[in-house]
């Protein structure tokens, strides 16, 4: 299979920001004087969902939840963030960057804008991506983001790389072929490519999209 560009996941993918989620989130519930807490465990096992989903599921007891606390939980998340970042999984920092030597690459994820311009910002692979998009952008699901990509971009033979069955899903729906970081935060079925580490998926596709000799 001859590819022509690779999209990717961000979180369980590219980096685990987790810790610094978990601090803004309990710091909003203290100020707030709420007794419920969230975990490190519990922010990754929402990783891909939108932010009023993954309030939803970790702290169903504050249904309904008001929309003031909605925002002060984003508020202290943005905080944390910009305050201490995510942490590159190994490999990464390099492998962005030879990897965009060799195919055009892109950033679909279901984060906040602010969220994703974070990202940008703090791992110096800004410059590594064509395209990118964000569900607090768009508004759109991930299949919807990588559609668009696609036909912007007129890819034919693109790879989406996740860590999780809802980004499995969402490459199927749109068409395209799925690679599971299996090394991330998620499990899924039969993929049909998995890597263990983010070195690994890097020699796969460098190798991929090197010439064949005749």
Known sequence: MTYDGLIFDLDGTLWDA?????????ASLAELGLSSRVSIAGIRSVSGTP????????????????????RALEAHERMALESSGGTLFPDVAAGVRELAGVYPLFLVSNCSDW?????????????????????????????????ALVETHRLKHAVYVGDTRGDKESAEAAGMEFAFARYGFGETDAPS??????????????????????
């Open 193 to 214: 490519l998995a890597f263990d580490s983010f070195g690994e998926l890097v020699d796969f596709f460098v190798q991929a999209g090197r010439p064949r000799e005749r």
């Open 51 to 70: 932010f009023e989903r993954c309030v939803e599921i970790l702290l169903p007891e504050l249904r309904p939840l008001p929309a003031a606390t909605l």
């Open 18 to 26: 987790a810790a610094a989620s978990t601090r803004g989130w309990n």
């Open 115 to 147: 969220y994703l311009e974070v990202f940008l910002r703090t791992s110096g692979l800004r410059d590594c991506l064509t395209g990118w998009d964000c569900h607090g952008s768009s508004g759109s699901p991930k299949s919807g983001m990588l559609l």
